[in-house]
């Protein structure tokens, strides 16, 4: 099984200090995260995608590509990647040539977003999301899967004879998962491709999650991509540790407090009783993400925001250690040791499905059975 972090990317303001820091403090502090999470040993490491503040992710390939080049083992990835306002044929190209420089370390997950006042900048319609998730879809993966591409919309001008490059790595499209928070038409879009399915469940009870992978799982078996509890599925987490649990709870709570995504909202003892987020000493994170799969089944992929709501970069990199130390694997060996033998422990890995890819190719064709 994977763990990671994830970053949204907020610039806000460390309600104990007073201090801000600006876009290019907070773009450094992300590369500096990642990296320690690669020398940490942390198996995913993501960045969401936003063109407004107070954000600073809004161009993931190229902070994924410096990455690739000063990080060697984690997996980059997105949390999410605008399917509705970038163009497909940029996001195939930009994801490519991501593949390509990583040598396959990368996936990507592909999401509508949240924030209305996006889509007129890149004269979308909000109104209109869901078709356009689909058909930009639906036209990234034939520019992917196919070298010369012909094609006409509703959201685009046509493509005559159209060559997206670099093509793919090995003639292998990169693994594509789709993050939803509510919307079941893309956990039916994930399962009727066969891609994963990714549950951002940061703000959600567990119950909304369950309902949301459990749809994904009946309609994967459905489209015939295999068994229900083989679907890929990933959740999103939230924690803040220390060795004592009050003492988490002491120097969070001003941070849960004054974050604008938090504040003036739920107390946070609330929130953490509703919530996946996890205030505490590691053993009562381990504890609680242990009964993740009880809701969702096995699973593949957790991720973990923890650099969030002002906290500073020191205690950024604390969590990363206390998460990859004392956490990870303790719920890696709980996991693994509770899933069934034929249920995926991870995504599937680029070498797995150009392997894949060349069985298909070499199979014979199957024989229609002979009359009796």
Do not use: C
Request: glycine share 6%.
């Amino acid at each position: 099984m994977q763990f990671g972090v994830f970053t949204v990317s907020d610039v806000t303001t460390d309600p104990t200090t007073g201090k801000t820091p600006n876009d290019t403090e907070r773009v450094r502090s992300i590369l500096k995260i990642a990296q320690h999470a690669d020398q940490a040993g942390l198996d995913v490491f993501a960045t969401g995608e936003h063109h407004n503040p107070p954000f600073v992710a809004s161009s993931p390939t190229t902070l994924l590509g410096y990455l690739a080049g000063t990080t060697k083992n984690v997996v980059l990835s997105t949390s999410t990647t605008l399917i509705t306002t970038n163009d497909p044929v940029k996001i195939a190209e930009d994801y490519a040539m991501l593949q390509v420089i990583s040598d396959g370390r990368m996936d990507l997950m592909l999401g509508r977003g949240n924030t209305p006042q996006v889509y007129p900048w890149f004269g979308q319609d909000i109104r209109q999301s869901m078709a356009l998730a689909f058909e930009n879809y639906a036209l990234l993966r034939k520019l992917w899967e196919e070298e010369v591409v012909d094609w006409e919309g509703k959201f685009r001008t046509p493509l005559r004879g159209f060559t997206s490059t670099p093509r793919p790595l090995d003639g292998v499209p990169p693994f594509v998962w789709h993050g939803s928070i509510r919307s079941p038409e893309i956990a039916e879009q994930a399962a009727y491709y066969g891609d994963g399915f990714f549950h951002n469940n940061i703000f959600w009870p567990m119950s909304h999650t369950k309902k949301m992978v459990t749809y994904y799982r009946r309609r994967y078996e459905q489209y015939g991509h295999g068994r229900a509890d083989q679907a890929i599925v990933g959740l999103g987490g939230q924690a803040f540790m220390r060795k004592r649990s009050q003492d988490a709870w002491n120097e969070f709570r001003p941070y849960f407090d004054n974050a604008p995504v938090y504040g003036h909202g739920p107390s946070m003892e609330e929130f953490t009783s509703v919530t996946p987020l996890t205030v505490g000493s590691p053993q009562q994170v381990i504890e609680r993400y242990a009964t993740m799969r009880e809701h969702v089944g096995d699973y593949q992929r957790q991720l973990f925001l923890i650099d969030h709501a002002g906290l500073p970069l020191k205690t950024v990199l604390e969590q990363i250690d206390l998460l990859a130390e004392e956490v990870v694997p303790v719920l890696r060996k709980e996991m693994e040791a509770k899933r069934p033998a034929h249920v995926p422990s991870d995504p599937p890995s680029h070498a797995e499905r150009v392997a894949r890819a060349k069985a298909e190719e070499t199979a014979e064709p199957q024989q229609p059975p002979t009359q009796p």
